[in-house]
């Protein structure tokens, strides 16, 4: 295994490369700088930009060649589904179209979810979700009441007992960190989706998917509106 400070050092360039394919500052097949500009670029050696190379061709960002070098691929080929890319989407200037996808993604899997979790969730999830909405409900900051938003919405998915859609909570995560933030402008709470997130908390404590799975499609049109406000 790497030392600690390779692993650390191999992280910070790809995620700065990767940022800046996600921000376009290298467009689609365009070809990167060579390993030793690379190299020089960012005080490295040349294994360990060729490593970051490697994790950012299995992300399909880039395409690695022999005698061709290391191109950017194109947008479809990327994995959207990977926390990374998201968080450089998110990072990025943004992007009507990702967010509108995003949000037909949300408004796909979250409203079963949410049913699911109304009809199956343990007492000691509930709670979770109850707790994470009382985070939000005190929250003083953005960065706060996000993180707590978070912990929702990752409690809801967590609850609904299908362990396909709980293996999409890493994913969704990302997803809704991005959302969250497109939503968002200066710090003040949104005190309708605050109530929204309370009747869905309502619906799951009450045994009622039909009201739970209103909800979150709710939340969600409140976050589409929230956004086009801003843009």
Not at 66 to 73: D, E, N, S
Not at 163 to 168: E, T
Not at 179 to 192: E, I, K, L, R, V
């Amino acid at each position: 295994m790497s030392p600690p400070r390779l692993r650390n050092f191999h992280h910070q360039i790809v995620d700065a490369v990767g940022a800046s394919i996600v921000a376009g500052r290298y467009a689609e097949g365009e070809q990167l700088p060579t390993e030793p500009q690379l190299a020089e670029t960012y005080g490295a050696s040349r294994l360990i930009i060729r490593e970051a190379m490697k994790s950012l061709a299995a992300k399909g960002l880039v395409s690695i060649r022999p005698r061709t070098g290391t191109h950017v691929l194109p947008r479809a080929e990327w994995n959207l589904f990977d926390p990374a890319v998201l968080g450089w989407q998110s990072e990025a200037p943004p992007d009507k179209k990702l967010i509108a996808d995003l949000m037909e993604l949300r408004q796909t899997i979250e409203p079963l979810a949410a049913r699911l979790a109304a009809a199956r969730a343990l007492p000691p999830q509930v709670a979770e979700i109850r707790e994470a909405f009382e985070a939000m409900a005190k929250a003083q900051t953005q960065a706060s009441y996000i993180e707590a938003d978070l912990r929702f919405h990752g409690a809801v998915v967590r609850s609904c007992d299908n362990q396909f859609i709980q293996q999409l909570e890493t994913a969704l995560s990302a997803v809704w960190k991005t959302s969250f933030q497109a939503s968002s402008d200066a710090w003040g709470p949104d005190a309708q989706a605050l109530e929204l997130h309370r009747s869905l908390l309502h619906s799951i404590e009450g045994r009622d998917p039909q009201g739970a799975e209103a909800a979150v499609l709710a939340l969600i049109a409140r976050a589409v509106v929230r956004i086009g406000q801003i843009a």
